[in-house]
């Protein structure tokens, strides 16, 4: 069996699994409580996905590879379900056009929620009852589904923040993390050495792991040194002042495109005033432009430049992945100062997402780690097909729930998207001594 | 002062004329009735807006001509408005892009009705207490208002019944017309012979007009026959079955190009089954093609190629006028039996629409009339400025107020638009006796 | 027979028609003199196609309607050809794409002259050697051919131009018409008044016209005034200097999208020096704007547009039918002074073309005449099909054959059309006396 | 100084160097003898320059990196070719459009010819005359410029097999390489192992590379496998025969994505006959599929589906290039039997290009080696700024100039190229003894 669905030992308590797959499933919702039914059927991009989507999307996970497997005789409250809400899973037959999610009026979002509400009792009712040897099954479905119901968590904050944000009077559904605006300054940047040589990267732990993170394999690194915390705002404004948008110079040709097509000047949401301040549209509203949080909504092209100008370069994947496990109190090095948003803050800040962590782009296409194999069946459509015209990023953000982020996890986005809450952290070779 | 904007007798009677209006607001919120926040949020294509934002741009209407001219110290309740909900008109700034209507989550549907009853009051007010000379100028706006407000009415069905029609499972917001079952066939065509000569056509009676009906003027216009009634959905099956939209002589060069390049293979709304019949997507639901009624969503090209196939023509712009005024019961002519949906049964049928009559195509390209000339203002954009690419249509629909129907009426979208309730009426050479 | 395939009694003779035959192919050739293969070889937009294509399809013409049918066991030099150069019968079989005409290296150049040469000699053997019946068929073809090759020759003239001028140093192939440049100003414009009722247009007098001249038949017009010569290159500066371009009240709504779309500020081939001052691209080579030329290369919209800013509007076609009925020496009127570049010189100014006059957008979109029918057969494609969202222009051009004018034709593109010698006559009500 | 543009010892030898520049120059030429100037004019996508355009762009490299620099008062033969001939180095200022390199009929080819003489005596005479101190500077610039010709001359070869295939009856150029059809059969394949651990790749040795190849540096591999063949056309008709284009659990995402939106289903230059037999276009003309020989032109995306059905994988960079050390007389491993079109052929079988090897598509995304640095100045851009979303290929093709092939040569393209001479090499893991 591969590992991403074997049967943990920790996976033996079933009302522990339960709690956890109904915290998830309740989180999911918290997030769409502020938002109206217009506000979660817009789509506006063929990135996003409305709001609705989601929520029943998630639940069609739970329905397909939990009920429809393990309730006998279960039929879906409506046969259109499998079609309108399998995202990608071409192996489960046709699939609603990704384009076209924003045009599905119906099923209502009251729909939708009570969907939810049938599928969860449903699943849950599963975990109390089925037999230990459907359980041994099951349980790694249910673990997959909340990871995968944690994924949706965040592209709802992704998403719903891109619908938002194109209102001409933006709404705001989240209020500020607390202490949000009193974090003391992002400080000076210090930088971290790594010694070089055979190094192994990879899950072999314990605990779960999707599929492209296995398996554990050896890499040789060369000395280098990583930054003690993400590019600023203020960093990044200088970059802009310094004329980075317009030096081809410093961007890869693809990223030059890039900006010149879509006439790209800034990070996604930030807004120039006529008296050249800056205002940034998040989640909790339009804000003057903090300088001591983390640049976000960047891709990976403007973190390249960035790092050309800079005169450093991205880590690599297995770098972050050795400073992740070198600082597992990683959220702590984002600031500095008193009034830090770790991503410690995630579990009770969410649903008041966005003020902390960005993911890092880092300078590594995502590709599949020797000795990768996918699961069998349609879950191996989860990651290893996508293994193509990506770049990984890694880290987590401060939308990410807290039990998602772990040291191995690999995120992956093509280089020019930009409405991921993803920044900048540099790297360099390790100076002479 | 144009004849459009005049200030007819008919229109001293103040209180006739605020009834005639908030029937008119409450027609449009009866069509909406039905429908759900979803429902009113989706634009499918450019063509299409989402029924929210007809609701609020023809509240914008009376609320830029009226209430903002009218109303000492009006100021509109978001300054947005002025933006998001003028469609077309340059003279008044700055709009928000058709294609991302859509987007518009915000303002919620439950703001935009609030939106409604604040003007229609606020109107009504000043219907009853403007003095005289005030009243003068703004019983032609409300008026024009008035006709402005059907319009949209009839453009409420059209774009929601192609958003619904968009689902996998297409809601039908709308009961059937009474006896919409019942109407006994279509009976044979019959053709009617007109003697040719010096004809005038355009408007010149009392009564209200749009700018581009006038000025009435001579045509010269040959003997002709046109038929009794528009083609019905069995003749145009004929013209499928016998290759129609395989045989590039009977289309032309555009309209070739459109059918290739769209796929199109039969009208809009039909949809063919396994076994070879045909069901058609109504705002009633979707039902078993009744070949007794009139063809409906054919576009203007595919009313030419029909026209060339059946061996006639399509009538032009005169000669359905002058069919028009010879049969102002004309209604009754589209079914010959029992049981027929005149357009007399529009008034009380709304909003069961949809069930009978359709827009004839013309041939002849919509032009301005010699001597035509705009109104003054933001209001001579009404009409003028959309004389290029575009075909007349001339009569009316199940969809049309009653009450928005007249002989010199011109209704125009470019030959390629096939979500309007359009289709073919036939006309010919008069034969020689 | 259609009249425009009749046997008329002019082309009884054989010799002449041979010699008018002969007369038009060397003249395509003398228009491809000065090109290199490379040259001819390109392509620049849908629009246009290149200068062999041209050749090669003018040639086709001959053996299709004439080589094929004619002369017994005739076969194409290369069974391609029929596939190749076929423009748009759809009756005749499958055909080249047209966006890709550019893409066809081969057959080359020489190959393509080498294949005109063939023809020529086999069609002009054939007028001397059919019977008198197939001469009373072959007639009317060669007739309608050779119209055909003066309607190429002139488009080689449009798409030359258009391939030319895209290179950063244009190349100029033909010298400047004799006295281009002392033609001595164009003079104050006067207004040449007609009295309205029933008139005809169309053709019937003996003569060749295509099947769209016909039938003659009644219209009604109201009196009207209408310009002595175009407008000028100085009075379509003003337009601009005035703000024209930047002026949404004067466009037409597709009008005003289609220049912001594709960012039109002046006519196709104006270019602005540093120092405000105009030069144009002409076949002659780049030079200051001339003032008193007509101007030319605008879109149907920006005739519009500019009407509406001179406070006239364009004529329609039956006004300018009658006005190139009255005044049969109408290139005189073009320029008042000593050397005038009338349409008499085209045919020995040729190719030094693109020195007078322009077709002239009418107000008129492209329909069949009343009783209009089209030829039977693959030629029956050569007009009709085309009746859809194009306007006709009238007059002809300085690239136009003299012998290719008349009063009655019809020339017709789409509003948006540029790359054609099109410039802007104006019309206005008869002043009250 | 960057070791790409280091001077090595070998270069010292100024006469052996000024050989093989005139060498190269004369090797491109004779490729464009057999064509023509249409042939040399089109440009069928915009991946595909004309060859008239790559002719003179390895002559505004001699030209801008050579004479502009070495030889005091140099003056372009014409200012417009710095614009017109510069690819895409941005710092050397404004660039013609790539999509409109189709578009220059002029310079006409014998005008470019003339160029491509001028520079190379010019830079001929350079190489004969500059000082010992500007030789030191010049000589890497000569090498680069002759390996940069030479990967025009592949592209040449790429860019005219796509063009003359577009024409309905394609050109064929070159003539067969000698043996070409007597190889004798491709003969079973068969593996050779490779023991894993820490190894080197990149550039070390005395010889040129490019920037990209550096620095020599250390990776970890994991025991492999790799084919000692590549698929041939009769193991790739295997593929499509079993369902493989419409089996999307063997695709990426993007790549199913790819052959869906373009209805790819075999070969680039497959053609299907109607008796289920293939031809394939080559340079040599239409023939029919040569079941052994390496199957060329697919895409990254069809290599990885192919390898997923074979139950193998693609190799990785470092894999390929072991296996290229390991192997230098690596052509011979093409083929077994006798009559094999090994590389050694290439130098004399061109311009007979296309009859023998294969570029092998890699596992691996183009990344810079750890410490890749770029040189200074405008030859920097030469490599590192397309390290985005491109996948490396390893080998070389028979359009490959055999000087031009060296074990760590990193060709690279984005996943979708199809127009090169791309073919597939499978490796798998170490079966366990």
């Known amino acids: 069996m591969h590992p991403a669905l074997a049967m943990?030992?920790?996976?033996?308590?079933?009302?522990?699994?339960?709690?956890r797959f109904e915290t998830a499933r309740s989180q999911t919702e918290q997030l769409a409580a502020p938002l109206e039914p217009e506000d979660c059927q817009v789509q506006t991009m063929v990135d996003v996905s409305p709001t609705k989507w989601h929520l029943a999307h998630t639940t069609w996970f739970f329905e397909t590879f939990g009920a429809l497997r393990f309730k006998a005789g279960y039929a879906r409250p409506d046969d259109l379900y499998?079609?309108?809400?399998?995202s990608y899973y071409e192996a489960l037959g046709r699939k609603w056009s990704r384009p076209e999610r924003g045009l599905l009026s119906r099923p209502l979002l009251r729909e939708v929620m009570a969907y939810r509400s049938?599928?969860?009792?449903l699943v849950g009712d599963l975990i109390d009852t089925v037999s230990d040897n459907e359980w041994s099954e099951l349980a790694p479905i249910v673990e997959l589904g909340i990871h995968h119901e944690q994924q949706h968590q965040e592209l709802i904050c992704?998403?719903?923040k891109h619908v938002l944000s194109r209102s001409p009077r933006p709404y705001a559904p989240y209020a500020p993390a607390p202490g949000a605006n009193g974090h003391g300054g992002a400080g000076p940047v210090s930088w971290i050495g790594f010694e070089g040589g055979l190094v192994e990267i990879g899950m072999d732990e314990d605990g779960f792991a999707y599929d492209n993170e296995y398996p554990r394999h050896k890499r040789y690194l060369y000395d280098f040194e990583i930054a003690s915390r993400p590019v600023t705002n203020g960093e990044f404004r200088a970059f802009i002042e310094d004329g980075g948008y317009e030096t081809a110079a410093l961007w890869l040709s693809d990223g030059w495109d890039f900006i010149q097509r879509n006439g790209i000047e800034h990070p996604l949401y930030w807004r120039r005033q006529d008296d050249g301040s800056w205002l940034e549209y998040t989640l909790s509203g339009l804000k003057p432009l903090d300088e001591d949080e983390p640049v976000c909504h960047v891709s990976g092209y403007e973190a390249a430049a960035y790092a050309e100008w800079a005169?450093?370069?991205?880590?690599s994947e297995p770098e972050l992945e050795l400073l992740a496990r070198a600082h597992p109190d990683r959220g702590a090095l984002l600031f500095a100062g008193p009034g830090?948003?770790?991503?410690?803050?995630?579990?009770?800040?969410?649903?008041?997402?966005?003020?902390?962590?960005?993911?890092?782009?880092?300078?590594s296409a995502y590709e599949p780690y020797p000795g990768y194999s996918p699961p069998e069946g349609a879950v191996?459509?989860?990651?290893?097909?996508?293994?193509s015209s990506q770049q990984v990023l890694r880290g987590g953000s401060a939308a990410t729930p807290q039990s998602h982020i772990r040291p191995t996890y690999r995120n992956?986005?093509?280089p020019g998207a930009r409405w991921q809450f993803s920044g900048i952290r540099l790297a360099r070779k390790l100076a002479p001594a």
Request: charged share 15%.
């Open 340 to 363: 830090v948003h770790p991503h410690a803050l995630n579990a009770t800040a969410r649903p008041q997402c966005v003020i902390g962590g960005v993911w890092e782009w880092s300078s």
């Open 311 to 315: 005169g450093q370069r991205l880590p």
């Open 118 to 121: 049938h599928v969860t009792a």
């Open 8 to 19: 943990r030992a920790d996976l033996a308590d079933r009302a522990a699994l339960k709690a």
């Open 82 to 86: 499998g079609y309108l809400y399998n």
């Open 380 to 387: 191996g459509e989860y990651n290893g097909k996508f293994m």
């Open 412 to 414: 992956f986005f093509p």
């Open 158 to 160: 992704t998403d719903i």
